[in-house]
């Protein structure tokens, strides 16, 4: 074999090789980079999750925090209503029953406002925390979510569960037991006096419709205003006219009306229930 011959085939071999090596790292950084693009795609859609996660949570705190508003300003509410229905001369000695002085729903009610209080709590507990408080201890207090529990007819809040699926009860020392069950089951209907009942019927249905119509009763005012030199109407039925359309105009009145009847059961429902306590109920 002649020197030529042989060195042409080490020159073919060395190319072989180098061309194998230079495929072999190709590919290499080919599947690389497939994983690194791979890799990032997985924790792009992880920190998506993540954030929607974070924002769900961020979402039902601020829900919780306005339910614990909404109950807390109903709770000072029904004590100041309360406060004002307990007369004044009360002497400071050995209590009687607290039916005497407040009404049974009344109870009822500032009961039941303490109760979705704490059920509120403890849901905000868990959000924060990832488990349910020890005890009520650990929500209400100076350092707490609620900073006081005023039992009004001797119930006992100490010994309420804290787990979020179970129901809150509580008993007055008169054997009255209010319960507040998150599945709604179980939980005490408020035993208003008929005629209570119907007036708050009829103010809800007002409030609906007064909201209802709050656009086109503007522009009505407004209309009245513009002929009537900027006064406003001495009776609420003389806008009446200056509703836009005629179905607009007729909801007005059905407003007022349901208004007028709301406005007349309260006044029912205020002597029925002094007639209740001046026998004694």
Do not use: C
């Not at 997985?42 to 949570?57: F, G, R, Y």
């Not at 961020?58 to 709770?75: H, K, S």
Request: hydrophobic share 40%.
């Amino acid at each position: 074999m002649s020197t030529k011959l042989v060195t042409s085939v080490v020159v073919a071999v060395l190319l072989g090789l180098g061309a194998g090596y230079y495929l072999g790292q190709s590919a290499h950084t080919e599947v690389s980079v497939a994983a690194a693009v791979a890799a990032t795609r997985q924790d792009t859609t992880t920190s998506a999750a993540l954030s929607e996660s974070n924002h769900a949570l961020q979402r039902e705190n601020a829900r919780l925090d306005a339910e614990l508003a909404r109950v807390t300003a109903e709770r000072e509410q029904l004590l100041a209503r309360a406060q004002r229905a307990e007369p004044a001369s009360a002497a400071p000695t050995k209590a009687g029953p607290i039916l005497g002085w407040m009404p049974r729903y009344e109870q009822q009610r500032i009961v039941m406002g303490y109760l979705r209080q704490v059920a509120a709590v403890r849901d905000q507990y868990v959000l924060e925390h990832g488990h349910p408080p020890k005890s009520i201890h650990e929500v209400v207090g100076i350092n707490g979510y609620i900073k006081t529990i005023r039992p009004v007819a001797g119930e006992n809040y100490s010994e309420l569960p804290m787990d979020p699926s179970q129901p809150l009860s509580v008993t007055t020392a008169d054997g009255m037991t209010v319960t507040l069950d998150p599945t709604g089951k179980t939980t005490t209907p408020i035993d208003l006096p008929p005629e209570l009942a119907e007036a708050e019927k009829l103010q809800t249905q007002a409030r609906q419709l007064a909201q209802k119509g709050n656009a086109a009763r503007q522009k009505a005012l407004e209309a009245y205003r513009v002929v009537n030199a900027g006064k406003d109407p001495a009776r609420p039925d003389a806008l009446v006219p200056f509703f836009p359309t005629p179905q607009e105009g007729a909801d007005y009145v059905e407003f007022l009306e349901v208004q007028k009847a709301a406005a007349a059961a309260a006044k029912a429902s205020t002597q029925a229930q002094r007639a209740a306590g001046g026998n004694g109920r």
